[in-house]
């Protein structure tokens, strides 16, 4: 679902990613993990076409960055830590208005379902800066599987939740992924990302260093398997 | 979730009209909400031509030779104000990603943010012509000529000016880039905007005026063209 080859990213002088290579089959749960700085957020920008690959080959559902980025945009829902919703429109408003952008068949009764799957039906008419930062990222969770992706990116979804709203994210995210779509999550919360994904792949200096299944590490051994890899 | 990997999730007929229609609705619904940036831009223009009216203690004669530059003087400044705003409440919340994300030509966005951003300035403009008309009474201000100008610069204005904010707004000294960035680029509407309001406003025949309709027709034109063939890389890390 998401091939990724030699990729190099590099901003001035300064070159964030090296030679990265990465892929993730269809319906698979990664977490991206790494240290600040190591280039997560960034290869995340460039898997969602808002940033330019400088070098290496990029595709996802058949399509390649930059040149088919509309196709790729199509088939792609991204959370990041930021909301990326208008505090001045309604919750109802703000998926409304993503979904005319993305051309949506049928706009009010996807609003709907949206709208239940994330909990918010009731407060549909509310604006959105009234929201707690939790119901917050759960509309945009909503926002981003209004046009039924078949991938998702999840940049640091966590940042600034409090435990019962990630473990309300937690929920929703589940559920996102059970949907059959293809995850690729950043968190620097170890044992959330555990519980979550089937795949661990943790970025250091702008490659991956390590990669292991679920399977194949067992339960409570992320933590470890992390620092081993980055020599912490 | 779609089965065919293949099979697009939307409707793969051109959005390009909706896109833009979208977000010109949406600036305008959040404003007509929040009133912020057309208060903060209406006050602003209001304060700009009170003061030129009270600094400038002018004659008759020299007064009707400067008005139409202190009218257009008040529409750029009260201009700035708004385009910086409108694009800094599509950066601070990640709102200019959830745009760039959709799967439209991304000029689609521009000219939908262009749009509204136009809708506010001659809001604006409404509202302060009265008053210009109050303070100055310029002889020939009901000129449909006039009018015309005011819409051609307005619109060459908007044209560079939410290019230009889209590129300020991603820089930390964006308050500031915003004006130095967009005056030098704008002069040419900026002028031909001012000589043909002055004409229009003195009762210049209509053969005087022309040149400078011309030139601000064409500018015009060259900075809407410009603002769609680069918007793209504007706007893409």
């Known amino acids: 679902m998401i091939i990724v080859k030699k ?69 792609l829902g991204v959370v990041s830590h930021m909301p990326l919703l208008y505090g001045d429109l309604t919750a109802e408003e703000n998926l409304q208005f993503y979904g005319r952008m993305y051309n949506l068949p049928e706009l009010s009764q996807r609003v709907d379902e949206v709208l239940a799957m994330v909990g918010l039906s009731a407060r549909r008419r509310d604006l ?44 929703v995210l589940r559920r996102v992924a059970a949907e059959g779509r293809t995850v690729v999550m950043t968190s620097h919360d170890l044992a959330r990302a555990e519980t ?24 409570g051994n992320l933590l470890d398997f992390y620092k081993q890899v980055l020599g912490a | 979730m779609s089965e065919n990997p293949k099979a697009p999730t939307s409707r793969p007929a051109s959005n390009y009209f909706g ?29 700009v031509i009170l003061v030129f009216n009270f600094s400038l203690e002018l004659d008759r004669e020299a007064r009707e030779s400067v008005t139409a530059g202190v009218l257009w003087v008040t529409f750029a400044f009260a201009g700035t104000l708004g385009l910086n705003r409108s694009m800094a409440i599509e950066k601070d919340r990640g709102c200019l990603d959830g745009l760039l994300l959709a799967p439209v030509d991304r000029s689609a966005i521009y000219f939908g943010k262009a749009l509204s951003n136009l809708a506010f300035m001659l809001i604006v403009e409404v509202i302060v012509l009265p008053v210009y008309f109050i303070l100055y009474n ?31 707004v ?21 002028v031909s905007a001012v000589q043909a309001s002055k004409g229009f406003l003195s009762g210049l025949p209509i053969g005087e005026i022309v040149p400078w309709l ?9 900075f809407i063209a410009a603002a769609f063939m680069v918007f793209d890389f504007v706007v893409e890390e």
């Open chain 1, 7 to 75: 990729l190099i990213k590099r901003f001035g002088l300064k070159t964030v990613l090296r030679g990265l290579d990465f892929s993730v089959e269809k319906g698979e749960f990664v977490a991206l993990l790494g240290p600040n700085g190591a280039g997560k957020t960034t290869f995340l920008r460039i898997l969602s076409s808002l940033s330019r690959p400088s070098l290496g080959q990029v595709s996802i559902a058949g399509y390649s960055l930059p040149a088919q980025s509309a196709a790729v945009r199509r088939r």
């Open chain 1, 128 to 171: 959105v800066r009234t929201f707690s930062r939790g119901m917050q990222q759960r509309l945009a969770i909503g926002r981003a599987v209004l046009h039924d992706p078949q991938v998702m990116l999840f940049d640091e979804p966590y940042t600034g939740l409090d435990q019962d709203a990630s473990e309300m994210l937690d929920g």
């Open chain 1, 196 to 219: 979550l994904a089937s795949r661990f792949d943790i970025l250091s200096r702008g490659v991956i260093a390590a990669s292991a299944s679920q399977a194949s590490l067992g339960t």
């Open chain 2, 19 to 47: 896109a833009v229609m979208a977000v010109t609705w949406k600036d305008l619904a959040a404003e007509f909400r929040s009133r912020e940036l057309l208060s903060a831009m209406l006050i602003f223009a209001l304060l």
């Open chain 2, 138 to 168: 310029p002889k020939n201000f009901f000129s449909p000529g006039f009018f015309g100008v005011i819409l051609l610069g307005s619109i060459g204005y908007v044209a560079v000016g939410t290019l230009l904010s889209t590129m300020a």
């Open chain 2, 170 to 190: 991603q820089t930390r000294t964006r308050d500031v880039l915003l004006p130095i960035l967009l005056f030098p680029l704008v002069i040419p509407v900026l």
């Open chain 2, 214 to 222: 011309n030139l601000l027709v064409v500018y015009d034109v060259i």
